[in-house]
């Protein structure tokens, strides 16, 4: 039976990536030894680290005023770091609360200085993006996240800020082209578009750093890694490989416009089949919907029950919603073939027919 990867990450991971990691895990480059064995310091990984730091780069058209990080910990590391490095105590940051993982950052930040609530969603559940922003003047930068996961909404611009930017791009880094250029830092982990769980990527523009009073741990500061060209400490090795992997299958299939283009195509599908279907029902306001994540309620759990069931007995994986709201979820990250997306539809409206 053919698998549908809908998992919301780790997710799916395009076939050829997967066929080049698996036989590296025996035979690394004709080295004769593993990549789970390399030492990090030897130059088969610094050539590894160094296309990847490069792909970054080449998709994010940025130039060495940025630094690329390959980084242990999760995004959720990074609600932490971001504001250890760059929010000193008596000052305050910005930031936006478009749902579970943005209040999680707001929770964090706290711990290091002052944040105002630039915009929330809160009083519908999340359920749509709140682009009315209230920046504070001398906030230290703004803080958000482009695609929530849980939620299943998606910034579809760049918010207009004149204090520095950054964002959390954890489940849609890469899924379109972007002015890059207008963040002063980016972190994203790397189980949604650009790799396996156990490393993060952080993209920092270097003269945001070192503007706060505090002493920072070595390990959590920016600029030591800056200074160590990466390596600071022993970085995930496997995970960062298949994420130089990743982004070269990325720009060798057209890169981000192509990325783009395709997600779109697979969002359309699938949107307008729960559109046409009354028994389904998109929770996210249309304007909002997220490209990579799709979350709809059936009438009933019992419904929902069902249709889980369906989906398991049909090889479908991945669709329950987050725990922490419940419902149906599907995810459509950059490696989803539009063919996964169009056997959802069938079985939608199958299950949709013998409910009328």
């Known amino acids: 039976m053919k698998m549908h990867n809908f998992n919301s990450g780790p997710s799916i991971l395009p076939q050829e990536v997967l066929t080049e990691a698996a036989a590296a895990i025996h035979n690394f480059n004709n080295t004769g030894l593993s990549i789970l064995e390399i030492g990090h310091r030897t130059s088969y990984f610094e050539a590894v680290l160094r296309e990847a730091q490069q792909h970054v780069k080449t998709l994010m058209q940025l130039g060495d005023d940025y630094e690329v990080l390959y980084l242990h910990g999760g995004a959720t590391t990074q609600f932490m770091q971001v504001p250890m490095n760059l929010l000193d105590t008596n000052a305050t940051a910005a930031y936006c609360d478009n749902g579970i993982w943005g209040d999680k950052a707001i929770k964090e930040a706290k711990l290091f200085g002052k944040v105002a609530v630039a915009a929330s969603s809160a009083d519908k559940k999340h359920t749509y993006i709140n682009k009315q922003l209230d920046i504070p ?37 890469f899924c379109r082209p972007m002015d890059f250029s207008r963040f002063s830092l980016i972190y994203a982990g790397a189980q949604k578009n650009i790799g396996a769980a156990g490393v993060s990527l952080v993209v920092v523009k270097k003269d945001i750093l070192g503007k706060i009073s505090r002493a920072i741990p070595p390990i959590m500061d920016y600029r030591k890694h800056i200074e160590a060209e990466a390596l600071l400490n022993t970085p995930p090795v496997f995970a960062v490989y298949v994420s130089m992997l990743t982004m070269r299958w990325i720009i060798a299939n057209g890169g981000l416009a192509a990325m783009e283009q395709k997600a779109k195509e697979r969002a359309d599908l699938l949107y307008n ?9 998109p929770t996210v306001a249309k304007e909002d919907r997220s490209l990579m994540n799709a979350v709809f309620l059936l009438p009933t759990p019992e419904l929902e029950k069902e249709f889980l069931d369906l989906c398991k007995q049909n090889g479908m994986v991945g669709v329950k919603g987050h725990r922490s709201v419940g419902g149906l979820r599907v995810s459509m990250y950059n490696a989803m073939p539009l063919s996964s997306v169009e056997a959802m539809c069938h079985l939608m409206k199958d299950f949709s027919n013998k409910h009328a």
């Open 137 to 173: 003047a001398d906030a230290a930068y703004l803080h958000y996240t482009t695609n929530n996961t849980v939620e299943g909404t998606q910034w579809h611009h760049i918010p207009d800020t004149q204090v520095p930017l950054i964002a959390d791009m954890s489940s849609d880094i």
């Open 273 to 281: 089949t729960l559109d046409s279907l009354p028994l389904f029902n």
